[in-house]
């Protein structure tokens, strides 16, 4: 059974309403979700690795991908703190949040480091 007409202008209408609403996203903004979806790229890829290969230093796979995941997880945060149109965080400047970014990235990867022995 096709797909009828309506479900494909529903998709198209859909698609075309979120990519005019993320072209007005500041491009700071757009930075970041670049940055993020790196980070999780760079865990599948690291997921499909030890499925292809295997997983024989488990911890080492282990911190990888908690390492690409936490940092995506950092970012998001950033993001969230960085946003002009979030009322919640309009007293915090951007230069506090990205320190406290870098300085959560620190400890996150200390802790990774850690992990791996």
Known sequence: MGKSPTTKDDAQALFHSLRSAYSATPTNLKIIDLYVV??????????????????????????????????????????????KENKEFKDLPPERAFADFVLCNLVLHLVIMNFLG
Do not use: E, W
């Not at 690291?46 to 990888?64: E, R």
């Open 38 to 83: 790196f980070a999780v790229f760079t865990a599948l890829i690291q997921v499909v690795y030890m499925a292809v290969v295997g997983s024989f230093p488990f911890n080492s796979f282990l911190s990888g991908v908690l390492s690409c995941v936490g940092t995506a997880v950092l970012a998001v945060c950033l993001r969230i703190q960085v946003n």
